[in-house]
């Protein structure tokens, strides 16, 4: 009798056995829908058995094993229970977290093909058929067949032209083997792809990526902006496309899509490319991860989650801009896509290839101490686009009025005389403006976080940038009656007002998280950039990333100095990251450009690395700053983090967490804290920090504590295991 051991979405690290007479090995990945307590649920088979430890009494049989799909290869299924032991996380919760949501529920998957997206090819049964023995009657069925024989493909259109009817007999014709479906691929471009020559560095870059390209091997292209890495890319897919394999590239943010979609779309118009990515819906997501896992698509572009999609024929893997903080989830399963990516290219024996003008530390060091294979491209790929001149504009000389001091605006007049593109760029981590009573001292706080409340001046409202929560503007101080309470510090609003006044007859748009919210906004908002009808941008890091601006001549950058006092020991780090990526959009082209950061400390050796372009300087320095530390890469970290309606249950929790680590403790393990921001959502958090220079150390201390956690009684805290945690 064979029982299923079953997978599911509960906060439990176990799997559940249940009696399925028609089950065998074949259905191990495939869903079950059990009953669980007084519910249904569904989970993933991860074995099928002949016996099982549950009293036969007990044993429960499924409700269905849905067969609708194939299931799961065995390979992602692999990779799920890697990403459960390495992060510490149920392995039904990792499962459920990684499949579309359409595969989540008690039902089957209904698979409405929209037969526009297909063409329809006849096979050597279908020419084969003789048309005159199909019966004169069925007229619509033997003028088909007819088209189909000229043709030999049709499409669904020209299949309507037959006859309207025509379409209903194509599920039989699959049936009897006479015709087969394939996928068109959603843009077919016309006219040609200019395909520049490869610049010296480019060449090699490809050369050594695609000689070894049958084995194992993480790469960093390390390159500066513009040094065309995009184009190393769409060179070494083509020889994996070649061989019909599939390529998985992963980005950071949703908003970088369509840009780089239409770029592959363009060089290979023929092949079938889904972009997977939280804009879509669920439908859409589901048929993207099928056309993935039934090897249709070749080129799966998308976000973090893409990493969890099955590819079954997986060539090759990039993840691009492998600095960026969105491949780590920061929530629920912690799991960073970047690294899962690495897992996986191992785990099929191909290539990773690493992208970034400014690599994380953690990639750099093992690039330098040779676990990865370092690539560099060191000059822009565009004749004559020499990298931006950087420099710094002293605030304590040039004092600055509503955020912008006099030689920014008259650098800025310059660019607007010259009808050249300008943009200020505002560094908003941990800034924001807030109203703040100058007499005596209350500033708006978020009931529900700690957080101070962010001021809206449009539509003259309070929002928490942290829960969302919103509240209305206080005539008076609610603390003291003075009526003067003014907004603090400038948001992209201030700026937009305080140019708009300077710059009158300016074309001024501001981008922030608010203005890209509806569905096609960012592809307006590129293209009225890139067609010239702005003349300033206003924006925060969204405008940072990857996009091309041929006609930005200046970059202005403000706040840049609070990362400098941040407690968090990234902090810098990503500053540089991001400043170097912000510089990189000016002077693509044949437009010279200028950055000028404004800064009290000009002669800061974060300012000093930039103005030089020498992101080696400046990681040697923090990685030379890490080590004396004790910082990662040169230790490796886990937190242990519990949120509860008050600090002190977290705290409590906590305590009682490290007594029961202390039993075994192989690591260092620190005392329990409250979080940076202690109110988050309404409740209030706090961490226990373990580390120790041994992965494997920390691995195996980590599995013994979580054994252990698993077994404390009803908790008043949640508490989950961030394994490489990147915020604190
Ligand atoms: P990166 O991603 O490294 O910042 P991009 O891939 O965006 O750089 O390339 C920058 C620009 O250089 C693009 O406009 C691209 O079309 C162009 N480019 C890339 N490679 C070449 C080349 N070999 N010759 C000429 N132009 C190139
Ligand atoms: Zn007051
Ligand atoms: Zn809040």
Known sequence: MPVIRVALSVPLDTLFDYQADDASERDIGARACVP???????GVIVAVSDHT???????????????????????????????????????????????PVKLRNNKAVKLKKNPHDYRYVLTAAGKSVDSASIPARNRVARNLLTGFQ??????????????????????????????????????????????????????????????????FDTWLLHGVTGSGKTEVYLRIIEPVLAQDKQTLVLIPEISLTPQLEAVFRNRFPAVPLVSLHSGLNDTERLAGWLQAQRAEAKILLGTRLAVFTPLPNLGLIIVDEEQDGSFKQQDGLRYSAR????????????????????????????????????????????????????????????????????????????CLKEKHQSLIFLNRRGYAPVLLCKSCGWSAACQRCSSRLVVHLRDKKLSCHHCGHQAQF???????????????????????????????TARILRIDRDSIRRKHAWPEILHAIQTQQVDILIGTQLLAKGHDFPNLALVGILNADNALYSTDFRASERLFAQLMQVAGRAGRANVAGHVLIQTEFP?????????????????????????????????????????????????DFLSQAKQLAQSF????????????????????????LVQSPSRKRLQTFLTGWYAKLMTLPGQKARWVLDVDPLEF
């Open 339 to 414: 690294d899962l990516a690495i897992f996986r290219g191992k785990q099929e024996s191909i290539p990773v290839v690493l992208g970034s003008a400014t690599p994380s530390l953690e990639s750099y060091h093992h690039a330098l101490t040779g676990r990865y294979r370092h690539l560099r491209l060191l000059s822009r790929a565009v004749q004559n686009a020499a990298l931006p001149s950087i420099g710094c504009i002293d605030t304590r000389i040039n004092k600055t009025q509503d955020g912008l001091s006099q030689p920014l605006l008259q650098a800025l007049d310059q």
């Open 36 to 42: 669980f307590g007084k519910k249904r649920l569904t």
């Open 53 to 99: 430890q549950i009293a036969a009494e007990k044993l429960k049989p499924a409700y269905c094993i849905f067969r609708e799909i194939e299931p799961l290869p065995a390979a992602l299924l692999d990779l799920f229970h890697f990403c459960s032991q390495y992060y510490h996380h149920p392995l039904g919760m990792v499962i459920m977290n990684g499949l």
């Open 665 to 688: 403790e192989t690591v260092e393990l620190f005392d329990p804290v409250p979080a940076h921001m202690v109110r988050l959502k309404g409740l209030e958090r706090g961490h226990v």
């Open 150 to 215: 000229r043709g030999a493909e049709l499409t669904a259109t020209q299949i309507k032209q037959i006859s309207p009817r025509a379409i209903q007999l194509i599920p039989e014709w699959i049936q009897f083997g006479w015709i087969t479906v394939h996928p068109i691929s959603a843009a077919r471009t016309t006219g040609s792809v200019k395909i520049p020559a490869l610049t010296s560095g480019q060449a090699a870059a490809v050369d050594a990526i695609t000689s070894s390209n049958r084995q």
């Open 603 to 651: 002669d800061h050796s974060l300012y000093q690395a930039l103005q030089r372009h020498d992101y080696d300087a400046l990681a040697q320095t923090l990685l030379a700053e890490r080590k004396t530390a004790g910082f990662p890469p040169y230790v490796f970290q886990a937190l242990l983090r519990a949120e509860a309606n008050d600090i002190r249950a977290v705290l």
């Open 474 to 504: 206080p005539r008076a101080c609610p603390q003291c009656g003075n009526q003067d309470i003014t907004p603090f510090g400038q948001g992209t609003q201030r700026v937009e007002e305080t140019l708009a006044g300077h710059f009158p």
